[in-house]
């Protein structure tokens, strides 16, 4: 079975400082992994995935993750955190195709991102 | 461009009542479905999936139902509500065949059963 732990529900940074949200999966299989975001009372909203190839990946609003197959990890990092950052960010991994597994997501519990001035 | 909708976007409703969210995805043929809840604190439960009309995957024991009448509409349901029941209750599709394609989720519909 597959599972994901995201490090720190709650993650603090000053504006213009690093991002750092941890992500660790457990997959028996080579994983697809996604991080998503999520604004108050919103949708969840794709930031990046990674399925196969380079290994570091980037997505919308500057955020990119590295896939580290060593440490079974895929954070996600932004050089600058910006106020509209603010929000809960979900790590998920998805079996890849096969079987009768139809495109089912494990997420991670978030992590809220606060970001202050 | 594909879009998503739900229906309410939020409702509340007294313990033991009906509920039925609706959801539909305009600009796509034969999505994969899925039903999420988000419970304060508590992370993504995938709660139903779908892969074609009629065709309801439940992943977790409970007291919902959800159905699938046409390729686009998913429907989540109850004949009585629990307080347990109340949270954020997302829809998402997907195209194509598992875990290669993203999920896209719809609005969300706030529930709180009082």
């Known amino acids: 079975a597959q599972s994901v732990t995201q490090l720190g529900s709650h993650v603090s940074v000053s504006e213009g400082a690093l991002v750092l949200l941890r992500c660790n999966y457990s997959?028996?299989?080579?994983?697809?992994l996604f991080w998503y975001v999520q604004y108050p009372n919103q949708g969840l909203q794709l930031l990046l995935k990674?399925?196969?190839?380079?290994?570091l990946v980037k997505g919308i609003n500057g955020f990119e993750a590295e896939f580290k197959k060593s440490e079974t990890s895929f954070h996600l990092t932004k050089p600058s955190a910006h106020m509209s950052d603010a929000a809960e960010y979900f790590c998920?991994?998805?079996?890849?195709?096969?079987?009768?597994?139809?495109?089912?997501?494990?997420f991670g519990q978030g992590t809220i991102l606060t970001v202050h001035p | 461009s594909q879009t998503i909708h739900q229906w309410p976007a939020t409702l509340v409703q007294p313990v033991g009542s009906p509920l039925s969210l609706e959801c539909t995805v305009e600009?796509?043929?034969?999505?994969?479905l899925y039903w999420y809840r988000q419970a304060a604190g508590r992370g993504l439960q995938l709660l139903f999936y779908?892969?074609?009309?009629?065709?309801i995957s439940s992943e977790v024991p409970q007291n919902l139902s959800a159905s699938r009448p046409q390729d686009r509409q998913f429907i989540l349901s109850s004949k009585k509500l629990l307080l347990s029941d109340s949270g954020f209750y997302l829809c998402?599709?997907?195209?194509?065949?598992?875990?290669?394609?993203?999920?896209?989720f719809g609005p969300g519909t706030r529930l709180t059963v009082l």
């Open positions: 998402a599709w997907s195209a194509g065949l598992a875990g290669l394609d993203t999920q896209y």
């Open positions: 997959s028996s299989v080579p994983p697809y």
């Open positions: 990674y399925t196969t190839g380079a290994t």
């Open positions: 998920a991994v998805s079996d890849r195709a096969g079987g009768t597994s139809y495109g089912k997501l494990t």
């Open positions: 600009g796509t043929s034969n999505p994969n």
């Open positions: 779908s892969v074609g009309i009629g065709q």
